[in-house]
């Protein structure tokens, strides 16, 4: 049995909408695909077709949207199951979810942040135990930008940690929902790098964001990345290294060539990660 693949190098996510120009994509442009199970179990036709020759010819790695890790009703047993199957039919090893929650007795179509409490920690440290136990996989969490938090008995630097701890999973690091919670929230995003557990931190995300007004910003994912955003990835590589990034992109799309010079982007300030002596400290 061939050995599950965790992503290394950098990433760009695999959406519909770049469909044809992925598949004829040279195989060097990038190290690996990102895709959401959610959106893809069961998908036949075209786009099946689509998905299988893609994963012939890249790596996955595979991002959730819809499990509700923090939501109040009880997990989709059913969806965790088939994501399983998804991950162990195209050879993937790593997968990742938000650390938020978005149904109760439907689907909310949106990333709501929980409460920085003790309890939150618990409820959703536990489901995440669970998730792991029915994948048989170890996952990492997503740091997600929020507007406004439900009630903040913690700060969300705390909150994030002590899930990390409770839970015994990885962290997703989203540089750029990093970058806009601490504008909105204004907090030193440099303080909140060096608070983080870097043995947790194992993959990270750059996208682009909406300035609003300076002190307001908007995650779109709709937009190139922002030179404060570049400059904060490069702070995390010399805090963590230079581990496996994926930039995101979901609407406004340019074309393919404007997205691979970002990734490599991506690949230029890894490489110069990795000549850095001691980039990385426990």
Known sequence: MTTPYFPQGAGLGLRRALLPELLAMEASSVDFLECTPDNWINVGGRHG???????????LACHGLSLSLGGPAPLDLELLRRTRQFLDQHNVAFF?????????DGQLYDLLPLPFTDE????????????????????????ISYYAAPYQALDEIDFLCAVLEE???DLLLDVNNLFVNSINHRYDAGEY??????ERVVYMHVAGHYDEAPDLKIDTHGAPVKKNVWTLLEQAYQRFGALPTLLERDFNFPPLTELLTEVEQIRLRQQAAIRWPEVRHV
Not at 49 to 59: G, I, K, N, Q, S
Not at 120 to 143: C, G, M, P, S, Y
Request: aromatic fraction near 4%; proline fraction near 4%.
């Open 49 to 59: 077709d689509a998905l299988a020759r893609l994963a012939e010819r890249f790596p």
């Open 120 to 143: 939150a920690v618990r409820h959703v440290a536990a489901r995440i135990r669970q998730t792991q136990d029915v994948l048989e996989r170890r996952i990492a969490v997503e740091n």
């Open 96 to 104: 990742s979810e938000h650390l938020s929650y978005c149904s109760d």
């Open 193 to 198: 790098l060096a608070a983080l557990p870097a």
């Open 167 to 169: 839970a015994d999973c």
